[in-house]
């Protein structure tokens, strides 16, 4: 098997990491790196669960190949409470009930920190628009609105 | 919840129950922390990958794996020759690896252990399998039909719970139900009006965003351990025991955090296989992750169902006889499906009372993907057929649904189809009805000005409602058992073998404890995952059942806990217990309150001021199982069915846009008699999250084959399941409280319900908007569409798909 | 398994090209990441082509619109270059797929997959867009009428790489309608795009209808003649429209709905609304912007 050594920033960590060539950017970060957070649903794109931020961008990161990511800076649901304590986001979701099972929240989260960062009020339409990538079973979707609702609202 | 019931939720005796406290699990999900069972890596672990049957039935000829086992960093290869045990749940019906035949596209024929990956992939490729492809029986009316080809000759000789199911050897029916009452000829001779219908629906996905990910390490001395994601680890260790012949002992059972399941991770699954490849590999752990297209084709979906309704109505709108016949597209295997059959016929009718019943439901092997348990455990199915034929009586009546539904309600002094009295305390599905109804002004028309505005844009609205109910499926002898244990500090830990895979289920059993034991609720712990050596046994996270048998045998414990807490305070209080009671972490003589002890001073035992210690660690154990319940006798299917119902109502307002086909639901209203809620904001997760997927059900969801019986929709891209842009416009929900007498607190379950119904009352309301009368799902905008193109030329067919083949049993007779 | 390409130049991407077996093109990888996963396809080497310079350049000039091949679908909606004269173009971006993975999916990406309902396809066509390929041999402009070959099939060869996508500059009034099975993110049904150029030139193009995406080119008509052929138009994109039934849609209701949105198309140009809620003269001056 081809490996090749790759250099990125992940959650403001620098990381130098052997991936084999066809590998892509979610399985450097479960498998390589070990960041479990970031889940794999569907391995094709349609379900969200894997979305971290590459280079301020929501990505699926089934959907990226590792080695597209020399240089590049990613956020993922591990770098979401970085300063040793729960973001408002993630304080929200707790509040509203915004998940159930848990395996899609932190794809949402990234989703959702990715979209206040560029819109930090957005209206209910916006957060649909934002967050269609996403898929969840559990919830039917209302809670996660409310708190991604409630933070906007906290930023204002 | 609407603020009419705000009043009757703020019970003031409480202090925890049906206060709003937040999940246990919160802090783990949303950092990322929450391991899941894809998330665990072992040392020395190797990583497995199936290979699936193309071919929907076919005999198999040879396998070739030699080129696998030959390819570097492959450590174990197994086929059928390996792995003859059958397990099963119920009937036992499905080899762990198929042996000479496959009976579904997906099924799996060979397996590899590699190093990694990669290696597994490049292995299955390796292997070469040669078939004879046989006729594949797709239709569930052919497959049950006489002289239809067998796909399970030895039905006869398969493992079952005798007395429980009756398989019809020499046929595809894998279990026929059978319930009656009264007189049917009797009953439809009295009838002024005999309408008969046929639905049907096709499978549908359960879609956890986890699939079912398994880990197995099977050692020397067959000592085992698993891991997967799962809703029942004891099930998964007693049906490994039984399929392997090994002691319960030498099996272990984890359940890390679980990724959703819907049922579809009850019972066992892969859990054999992997195991299989871990003893040839010299057991080294062995993962499976299955991808989405394996869960989609390999693991277990909803069964499909057509049924036959034929309903004798009196022209004041009595219902005064029904038969229903229920042939259930059980797939290939029929392990859990045969339950579904048996158990959803004691609601096969719905919550009214009809003297004279008849209810068949067989449940009938095709060669399509398997199914298995799926929220509401064919319930949703049922209430589809039962509930359309209602509207449909009534609109033949020239009645209003609703008042049809509410004069032939199940009231208390009645009985249900299996004979059991409804009392005052049972629900009630009347008042869930008109609160539903109420929600969306059920009732108020239309005006002038908005019909013009339906007219001109094309775009009709309209309104429905419709009842639903369900009780807990399960043997009459499923328990639940619970251990509260005191901490040093004197704050406690609850075990149980529950799995709250997000349903909240943990958070409600800290309630319960947090009131039993008048502690703080963040001094009340739940262990986060299950393990069959350390916890306590429950029988199976499944059928709304937690809240309820959990939930007492919790309570059990607590006051276990409390009586042995109280026990060692008296002695080291110098009083007598009836003297004493329990404050808030400590216990005081009820006379002289500044006397007192802390829990902590008693809960590991109580030590005196020279040393010596009286009591030790406290303990709490507690269990429950299911009261009363009885077999149903098998030619009438009289009995005891039920420990807890649980009634309710949907209401729905949608628009059709007749351009296009597409329906836009714009209010949907539930009210569910719960009993007591325990967790508001819990109780609207599952009630919010049950009608979206519900909806799905509806509008979008099912699984379909080509003509070879290939499955075309094993991918999110041609299955579509809601997504954020899908949600309703409103949802609005309110609770009847009639408490259960038995239930903790006087809770009922809760969890499937909110499904239930969701695809009747919105065919209703298409019908109401359009005239369209659809007879199946999923009302897709190009079915619908075309139905309406029919209606407009005057085509319409009401005959449902397959009734050409259906043979009607001597049941109507 | 495929080897990784990265070059930076197009010089270098022309000789890691040279005698390596069968290389694929990695833009947003939303289609090529997918079918390389489930072995629908394979190669020898992914190349990403990402770092290529000429590749990451908008450049709006007084005669035409180029788009890099790099730009994603989000980036051509944030770009101001892209005008509302470029309605159906904008319209198509914002309907590919979902949000998140148009952060990714790019739009040389869609019409390279050539999959007979990509969102892109109709409303390139209608544009009158074409691509640049280039190759050690030099470059050439494809119109994408005569680039469509069949499912999943285009006129490039092995060793092309599609530096970018040009539309002429133009005015009119067009749009992008796309039917799905749900409201969220899903492949179309069917799509029509239709563009009403200022000079009376009339195009549509369907999606998910026949092999290839379809274009009808109606040739000037006078706004005052729309209503007298209102008809004609209308019963000849049907007539052209051979699709087939598939687990997304029957075939009857894909010919249904393209009938539908060609009839709103065309009654929106002919009552005014089509193009109005966006209708602002094009003051965008040429200009070039690099991607970030």
């Not at chain 1, 970085?82 to 915004?98: C, P, R, T, V, W």
């Not at chain 2, 009214?352 to 399509?368: E, G």
């Not at chain 3, 069917?190 to 030139?201: C, I, K």
């Amino acid at each position: 098997m081809n490996t090749r050594p790759i250099h990125l920033t992940v959650n403001n960590q620098g990381y130098e990491v052997l991936v084999p060539e066809d590998a892509t950017l979610l399985e450097l970060l479960r498998e390589e790196i070990g960041l479990t957070g970031t889940k794999e649903g569907c391995g094709a794109g349609e379900c969200g669960a894997c979305t971290v931020i590459l280079n301020g961008k929501p990505v699926n990161s089934c959907l990226v190949m590792a080695l597209e990511c020399e240089g590049a800076s990613v956020r993922t649901i591990e770098g979401e409470n970085a300063d040793g304590e729960l973001s408002d986001l993630q304080k929200a979701f707790i509040e509203h009930n915004a998940f159930q099972c848990g395996f899609c929240t932190p794809g949402m989260i990234m989703s959702a920190r990715a979209l206040l960062d560029t819109n930090p009020d957005p209206t209910h339409d916006e957060i649909k628009e934002a967050m269609e990538g996403n898929l969840c079973r559990c919830t039917g979707y209302e809670a996660i609105i409310a708190a991604i609702e409630a933070v906007g609202g906290i930023q204002k | 919840m609407t603020t009419a019931t705000t009043a009757t939720l703020a019970n003031k005796e409480h202090r925890y129950i049906g206060k709003p406290v937040k999940r246990h699990d919160g802090f783990e999900k949303v950092t990322g922390q929450a391991q899941y069972a894809g998330d665990i890596k072992l040392s020395g672990m190797l990583y497995a990958k199936m290979k699936t049957s193309p071919h929907a039935h076919a005999r198999i000829l040879s396998i070739d794996a030699s080129r696998a086992r030959a390819l570097p960093g492959v450590r174990s290869v197994i086929t059928g020759e390996h792995g003859t045990a059958k397990v099963g749940i119920y009937m036992q019906d499905k080899s762990v690896i198929a042996t000479d035949y496959v009976r579904y596209a997906g099924e799996v024929v060979a397996a590899v252990a590699a190093d990694t990956l990669r290696i597994a992939e490049q292995a299955i490729e390796l292997i070469e399998v040669e078939y004879e492809p046989l006729p594949a029986l797709l239709d569930v009316c052919e497959a049950a039909a006489e002289g239809a080809p067998l796909i399970h000759p030895d039905l006869g000789s398969y493992a079952h719970s005798e007395g429980v199911f009756f398989p019809e050897p020499g046929t595809n029916i894998a279990n026929h139900t059978r319930i009656r009452r009264g007189n049917m000829e009797a009953g439809f001779a009295e009838a002024d009006i005999i309408l008969e219908n046929t639905f049907s629906q096709k499978q549908v996905f359960h879609v956890p965003l986890e699939t079912h990910v398994t880990i197995v390490q099977w050692a020397l001395d067959d000592q085992i351990k698993i891991w997967c994601s799962g809703q029942s680890p004891f099930s998964v260790r007693d049906l490994f025991a039984i399929g392997f012949e090994i002691d319960r002992n030498k099996i272990e059972v984890n359940i890390p955090f679980v990724g959703g399941g819907f049922g579809g991770k009850a019972g066992i699954h892969l859990e054999p296989l992997v195991g299989l490849l871990s003893r040839a590999a010299g057991g080294r752990p062995v993962k499976l992750v299955p991808t989405r297209e394996e869960e989609c084709a390999t693991l277990p979906c909803r069964q499909g169902q057509f049924a036959r309704i034929k309903t004798g109505c009196k022209k004041d709108g009595t219902i005064v006889a029904e038969a229903v016949e229920i042939l259930w597209d059980a797939g290939a295997y029929a392990d859990y499906g045969v339950n579904i059959g048996r158990a959803s016929s004691t609601s096969a009718c719905g919550p009214y009372y009809i003297p004279n019943v008849c209810i068949d439901a067989k449940t009938v092997y095709t060669n399509k993907l398997f199914g298995t348990a799926y929220r509401g455990f064919g319930h949703p199915e049922c209430f589809f057929a039962i509930e359309r034929q209602r509207d449909l009586m009534a609109r033949e009546l020239g009645m209003d649904p609703t008042d049809f539904r509410l004069k032939n309600m199940l009231y208390p002094g009645l009985t249900t189809v299996t004979g059991e009295l409804v009392t005052e305390n049972t629900g009630r599905p009347d008042k869930c009805l008109k609160s539903a109804a109420r929600m969306i002004d059920l009732h108020t028309p239309y005006t002038e000005a908005e019909k013009a505005e339906m007219r001109l844009s094309g775009k009709y609205r309209a309104k429905a409602a419709c009842v639903l109910q369900k009780a807990p499926a399960m043997p009459t002898w499923s328990a639940s058992s619970a251990l509260v244990q005191m901490n040093e500090d004197g704050s406690v830990r609850i075990s149980v073998s529950g799995v709250d895979y997000g349903q909240g289920t943990y958070t409600v059993l800290q309630q319960i404890v947090a009131e039993r034991l008048n502690l703080p609720i963040e001094k009340v712990n739940i262990n986060r995952s299950v393990n069959t050596t350390l916890s306590p046994y429950d029988w199976q996270t499944v059928a709304s059942r937690m809240t309820v048998i959990c939930g007492m045998a919790v309570a059990d414990a607590a006051d276990d806990l409390k009586r042995q807490t109280l026990e060692i305070a008296a002695i080291a209080l110098r009083a007598s217990v009836h003297e004493i009671a329990l404050g808030e972490g400590y216990v005081y003589v009820m006379q002289n309150p500044h006397l007192r002890v802390g829990f902590d001073k008693l809960a590991i035992g109580y030590v005196y001021e020279n040393g010596n210690a009286i009591g030790g660690p406290l303990i709490g154990r507690g269990r429950a199982i299911a009261q009363g319940l009885s077999n149903l006798d098998p030619e009438t299917g009289q009995g005891k069915a039920a420990i807890d119902w649980t009634y309710g109502a949907h209401a729905v307002e949608l628009e059709v846009d007749t351009n296009t086909g597409d329906i836009e639901v714009l209010q949907f209203a539930n009210c569910l008699d719960v009993g007591q809620v325990m967790n508001e904001q819990l109780l609207r997760g599952q009630t919010v999250g049950g009608i979206l997927q519900g909806i799905g059900c509806a509008l979008s969801e099912a699984v379909n084959y080509n003509d070879q019986g290939k499955m075309i929709t094993n991918n999110f891209t041609d299955y579509k399941i809601p997504t954020f842009k899908d949600m309703p416009g409103e949802i609005k929900l309110d609770v009847v409280q009639t408490p259960q007498l038995d239930g903790p607190y006087g809770a009922r379950g809760a969890g499937e319900h909110p499904l239930i119904s969701v695809t009747a009352v919105i065919a209703n309301a298409l019908a109401n908007a359009t005239g369209a009368q659809f007879h199946d799902l999923p009302l897709s905008a190009t079915r619908v569409h075309a139905k309406l193109e029919e209606l407009r030329e005057g085509q319409v067919n009401e005959i449902a798909e397959g009734m050409e083949n259906f043979e009607p049993t001597a049941c109507t007779a | 398994m495929p080897g990784f390409l990265q070059p930076t130049t197009l010089e270098e991407a022309f000789a890691l090209l040279d005698g390596k077996g069968e290389t694929r093109f990695l833009a947003g990888g939303t289609d090529l990441l997918v079918l390389l996963r489930l072995g629908a396809i394979s190669c020898d080497n992914v190349m990403d082509v990402k770092r290529i310079p000429e590749l990451s350049t908008l450049r709006l000039t007084d005669e035409t619109l180029e788009i890099g091949a790099a730009w994603t679908c989000n980036q051509i909606l944030a770009a101001p270059e892209v005008g509302s004269e470029y309605a159906p173009l904008r319209q198509a971006s914002a309907a590919l797929a979902n949000s998140l993975l148009r952060n990714r999916a790019t739009l040389v990406g869609n019409i390279c997959n050539a999959s007979p309902g990509g969102d892109m396809l109709p409303a390139c066509l209608v544009l009158e867009g074409s691509v640049v390929a280039a190759s050690s041999r030099g470059e050439r402009t494809i119109a994408l009428k005569d680039f469509f070959t069949g499912v999943k099939k285009n006129v490039l060869k092995p060793d092309e790489i599609v530096l970018r996508t040009v539309f002429p500059r133009t005015q009119g009034r067009g749009t992008y309608l796309k039917k799905k099975r749900i409201h969220g993110h899903d492949l179309a049904q069917v799509s029509v795009a239709g563009f009403y150029a200022d000079d009376g030139h009339l195009r549509l193009a369907l999606g998910a209808v026949a092999i290839t995406p379809l274009l009808l080119d109606f040739g000037v008509i006078p706004a005052a003649e729309l209503p007298a052929r209102r008809t004609e138009i209308i019963e000849a994109v049907a007539a052209a429209a051979k699709p087939i039934t598939d687990v997304r849609a029957s075939r009857e209701y894909r010919l249904a709905m393209g009938r539908l949105f060609t009839e709103r198309i065309i009654d929106g140009l002919i009552d005014g609304s089509l193009g109005l809620a966006e209708d602002r003269p094009c003051t965008t001056p040429a200009r070039e912007a690099v991607t970030a």
